[in-house]
């Protein structure tokens, strides 16, 4: 069974920066579509980033300009570099993937509790991580 966890998560203080990370393991880390998502007590999850294996990268946008997905060759992890948190930022922070896909650009859209990397032909993100906690002070 394939599985993803986070880490890098932790507490800064705003304008810091952190970097999250998500290691796959148990299939081939040829996602279709890997982003994360972040999600606060009491609201819904949404979508943060996308990267699919075209190099494809789509952004939500309250975080274009500050937060960078990319892929690691080296350690097959998939990256979130977020510069200048705000404590809006605060969350716990989910790596996602869907494994299989068509030949379309992924998506991260979120709608009734579900996160959809193509919310027309209902193809939900199939593999997801624990979580990790990112805190932003001001």
């Known amino acids: 069974q394939a599985q993803l966890a986070e880490s890098g998560g932790g507490s800064v203080q705003a304008g810091g920066s952190l970097r999250l990370s998500c290691a796959g393991s148990g299939y081939s880390y040829r996602g279709y579509c890997m982003a994360w998502f972040r999600q606060s007590p009491g609201t819904e999850r949404e979508g943060v980033a996308m990267l699919d294996n075209k190099g494809n990268t789509r952004y939500a946008t309250s975080v274009k300009g500050r937060f960078t997905i990319s892929k690691d060759n080296a350690t097959k992890s998939l990256d979130l570099h977020m510069s200048n948190l705000q404590p809006e930022d605060s969350a716990m922070y989910y790596c996602?993937?869907?494994?299989?896909?068509?030949?379309?650009?992924?998506?991260?859209?979120?709608?009734?509790?579900?996160?959809?990397?193509?919310?027309?032909?209902?193809?939900?993100?199939?593999?997801w991580g624990q979580g990790t906690q990112v805190t932003v002070s001001s």
């Open positions: 996602a993937a869907l494994v299989g896909g068509g030949n379309w650009v992924c998506e991260i859209g979120c709608a009734g509790g579900h996160c959809y990397a193509n919310f027309a032909l209902g193809t939900q993100y199939n593999r």
